[in-house]
């Protein structure tokens, strides 16, 4: 699909403080939409006025365990707290996509979690339960940028997955724009799988075991 097959609207744009446990803050312009394609609610958390030039742009799939609860078998809540202190410096969008676990839902995530305990990486275990490895579809992503006036990016990810289907979609990314790596003796397994299976830029500490 294209972004013109399926136009979305901005529906609601409302300036909102934002705090952070370390004790980061900054504001943001929370903005929702009408007509994304797949009728769930995304978010753009718009930091200055990307429309006027290349915006730095996070697509982030939420992460419940990550993001509010600070789970360290994943690296979705230091990446989301360094995604909105780098946009809000050079400008850009946060989209904040409720994509739970790569796309098959909070409760499968977790059942995914049991899987892994007992052996399986974290694309397996989903494949072991009948689902995608990887779920996503960045269509309501592309909507929310078309509805925002912005058509090219620079792109902060480490997954090249998400470049190609932006840019399918008819958004040109001038470059890919690593995240830092927030590796730990929780997560390591699940970064190396990234790495391995779906090619992921993430460079490993060999300090981290």
Excluded: W
Excluded at 93 to 105: K, P
Excluded at 143 to 151: E, I, K, R, T
């Amino acid at each position: 699909m294209s972004t013109s097959d399926a136009e979305a609207t901005v529906r609601t744009r409302v300036r909102i403080p934002l705090r952070f446990a370390d004790g980061f803050s900054v504001t943001a312009d929370a903005v929702t939409f009408h007509g994304l394609a797949d009728g769930l609610e995304h978010v753009a958390m718009v930091f200055g006025d990307p429309a006027s030039g290349t915006p730095l742009v996070r697509p982030h799939s939420e992460c419940l365990t990550g993001d509010v609860f600070g789970s360290a078998r994943c690296d979705c809540g230091p990446q989301l707290r360094e995604a909105v202190e780098r946009i809000s410096v050079a400008g850009g969008v946060l989209l904040y996509l409720r994509q739970e676990g790569r796309g098959i839902g909070l409760y499968n995530k977790l059942d995914a979690y049991a899987l892994q305990d007992n052996g399986l990486d974290t694309y397996a275990a989903n494949a072991a339960l009948g689902l995608p490895e990887d779920g996503r579809d960045y269509t309501p992503a592309a909507q929310m940028l078309a509805a925002l006036g912005v058509s090219r990016i620079d792109l902060l990810s480490n997954n090249p997955d998400k470049a190609e289907q932006l840019r399918a979609l008819g958004v040109t990314v001038r470059r890919r724009v690593p995240t830092g790596v927030f590796a730990t003796e929780n997560n390591l397994r699940y970064l190396r799988a990234k790495v391995d299976h779906t090619g992921h830029t993430i460079t490993l500490s060999s300090l981290v075991s």
